[in-house]
T-cell receptor, first 118, second 117 residues
Framework: AQKVTQAQTEISVVEKEDVTLDCVYE???????LFWYKQPPSGELVFLIR??????QNEISGRYSWNFQKSTSSFNFTITASQVVDSAVYFC???????????????FGTGTRLKVLA | EAGVTQSPTHLIKTRGQQATLRCSPI?????VYWYQQALGLGLQFLLW???????NRGNFPPRFSGRQFPNYSSELNVNALELEDSALYLC????????????????FGPGTRLTVL
């Protein structure tokens, strides 16, 4: 079963539009972390944000904002006034404990390709 | 400060051969992660190394293996290559993922594009 679901495979918007990328996760852990990464056309993933399961405060960083809601197991990402440079694949990820081994693992969603048109 | 480096950039092999991919983490990072990014499948977790030991592995067959050296660099080996192994292999590093450090963000390298003919 997919533990991190990014239902939107591809989104196209016109520059200056706002866009929200959805992420729904599934975990039984009470302590976990959620992440967003950006993969521009060059291919190298770039870390955007980390959230731990005890901090539901929304965060804003410039044109980027994140909405974490434990009640709906969602961690959505909004880009305000999108720009062409925002065109990339965006991945949501979950870090949770592996019960059997006590170690941890990252689970990435399948990504959402965002195309911002000029 | 140098980022995560990976070599080679591209690798072309034929079915049945072995491939070796290399990764150097950011200085100070002891955890190294390997991912496979096949077309349309997102990132699939392969292996996690920390302090020279394999700490976790994803749902991949044993012909995917690796190791971490004392300087924390890492090698991924893929034996008996199959066509479906063609993918971008990404390496990431972070501060130690042990002792509850699961919240450490990972820094990714540019990847090695493996093509199996």
């Amino acid at each position: 079963a997919q533990k991190v679901t990014q239902a939107q495979t591809e989104i196209s918007v016109v520059e200056k539009e706002d866009v929200t990328l959805d992420c729904v996760y599934e975990t039984r852990d009470t302590t976990y972390y959620l992440f967003w990464y950006k993969q521009p056309p060059s291919g190298e993933l770039v870390f955007l944000i980390r959230r731990n399961s005890f901090d539901e405060q929304n965060e804003i960083s410039g044109r980027y904002s994140w909405n974490f809601q434990k009640s709906t197991s969602s961690f959505n990402f909004t880009i305000t006034a999108s720009q062409v440079v925002d065109s990339a694949v965006y991945f949501c990820a979950l870090s949770e404990r592996v019960v059997t081994s006590g170690t941890y693992k990252y689970i990435f969603g399948t990504g959402t390709r965002l195309k911002v048109l000029a | 400060e140098a980022g995560v480096t990976q070599s080679p950039t591209h690798l072309i092999k034929t079915r049945g051969q072995q491939a070796t991919l290399r990764c150097s983490p950011i200085s100070g990072h002891t955890s190294v992660y390997w991912y496979q990014q096949a077309l349309g499948l997102g990132l699939q977790f392969l292996l996690w190394y920390d302090e020279g030991e394999e700490r976790n592995r994803g749902n991949f067959p044993p012909r995917f293996s690796g190791r971490q050296f004392p300087n924390y660099s890492s090698e991924l080996n893929v034996n008996a290559l199959e066509l479906e192994d063609s993918a971008l292999y990404l390496c990431a590093s972070s501060f130690s993922g042990l002792a509850g450090g699961t919240g450490n963000e990972q820094f990714f390298g540019p990847g090695t594009r493996l093509t199996v003919l």
